[in-house]
């Protein structure tokens, strides 16, 4: 089990920046992998960026260019750095560790952090 807890949401303008962090109960070095997931109203869960144990990242296409996933090991803390933001990046931001048991996911989650981009 792990608990993970976002902070940083918060409402900017269109073209601002935010960054949002997600503090582990315990080591993240322990998980394959941590990412940031959100959610629109009226829309799915999408990936937003991930780092794998290795450092290797993944981004969606809408937010290359304009955010970073980094990790802290040391902190067991996973940050977003968002910058150039627009409206539709408004949602509810989750943090998310998953654990590979041979073939099994095992997802944990944080309880989400609202960010609102205003036009």
């Known amino acids: 089990q792990v608990q993970l807890v976002e902070s940083g949401g918060g409402l900017v303008q269109a073209g601002g920046s935010l960054r949002l962090s997600c503090a582990a109960s315990?080591?993240?070095?322990?998980?394959?992998?941590m990412g940031w997931y959100r959610q629109a109203p009226g829309k799915q869960r999408e990936l937003v960026a991930s780092?794998?144990?290795?450092?290797?990242?993944n981004y969606a296409d809408s937010v290359k260019g304009r955010f970073t996933i980094s990790r802290d090991n040391a902190k067991n803390t996973v940050y977003l750095q968002m910058n150039s933001l627009k409206p539709e990046d408004t949602a509810v931001y989750y943090c998310n560790a998953r654990l590979w048991v041979g073939a099994l996911p095992f997802d944990y989650w944080g309880q989400g952090t609202q960010v609102t981009v205003s036009s």
């Open positions: 315990r080591s993240i070095s322990s998980f394959n992998t």
């Open positions: 780092i794998h144990s290795g450092g290797s990242t």
